[in-house]
């Protein structure tokens, strides 16, 4: 008789157990696309030639964009009834270009510098996310923690002066650096069948400013200090090893 208690214990425990565990509990893999935008501002120049007083040259600030490719994997713990916390990471494939754009130096004495351009790539999140289940194949999270990008800033090409009279091709050249900043973000889960999920997801990204700097022509020498923001809007099926 207490063996068949105990057998029946154990069996009531298991299964309460096995009805505990949530469909989102553990590792998982993901792939999503949608829409990503950058908005790039404090782009005015200032450069000069040696000995003489700086110009600045203004430009106007650029958002560019397109579908990205994020491929992404974490893993999800139970911490309570209906709440998990997730650790996770995701990645951004495909680099993002903005549109030639000039910058200008107004005046009689003024001119315009042309074919700069900016591109972003390579950017990664490293994250947390809290999540609660509405219900057993439904789970809305929070994103938050750790981005990285790289980030391109293009040379102009020419400058003509402010009569309009003279065209001067310049060495063009590129600059990369790595910016750091931080990643928060919302989204929704939905089991399909089996480990397979679908999920949206909104993210916005904003950066740290760095200094590029460069020499154009000969002797000519900029320097730009940009400010880069981003957002992703995400529509992706994922799976729950």
């Not at 298991?14 to 009805?19: E, I, K, Q, V």
């Not at 999140?125 to 929070?142: R, S, T, W």
């Amino acid at each position: 008789m207490k063996i068949k208690l105990l057998v029946a214990a154990a069996a009531t425990v298991l299964a309460s157990s096995a009805m505990a565990q949530s469909a989102f509990q553990g590792f998982y893999g993901q792939i999503a696309t949608g829409y990503e935008n950058n908005s790039v501002s404090d782009l005015n120049i200032s450069g000069g030639n040696p000995g003489v007083t700086p110009e600045t040259w203004n430009a106007s600030n650029q958002s560019f964009g397109g579908a990205p490719l994020v491929i992404g994997v974490g893993y999800n713990f139970s911490v309570a009834p209906k709440w998990l916390i997730g650790i996770g990471a995701d990645y951004s494939a495909i680099s993002q270009k903005s549109s030639t754009f000039s910058s200008t130096v107004p005046g009689a004495d003024g001119g315009t510098l042309a074919g700069q351009y900016l591109e972003v790539s390579n950017r990664i999140n490293i994250f947390v996310a809290p999540g609660y289940e509405i219900d057993k194949d439904k789970l809305v999270y929070l994103k938050a923690g750790y981005s990285s990008v790289t980030a391109k800033a293009n040379s102009p090409t020419s400058y003509t002066d402010a009569a309009g009279g003279m065209t001067d091709p310049l060495v063009s050249g590129s600059q990369s650096k790595t910016l750091s900043g931080y990643v928060v973000g919302l989204g929704y889960k939905q089991i399909i069948t089996g480990g397979i999920y679908g999920f949206a997801e909104v993210n916005y990204m904003s950066y740290s400013k760095s200094t590029f700097s460069g020499t154009i022509g000969t002797s000519y020498s900029v320097s730009v200090n940009p400010s880069l923001n981003s957002y992703q809007a995400l529509v992706g099926v994922g799976y729950k090893f």
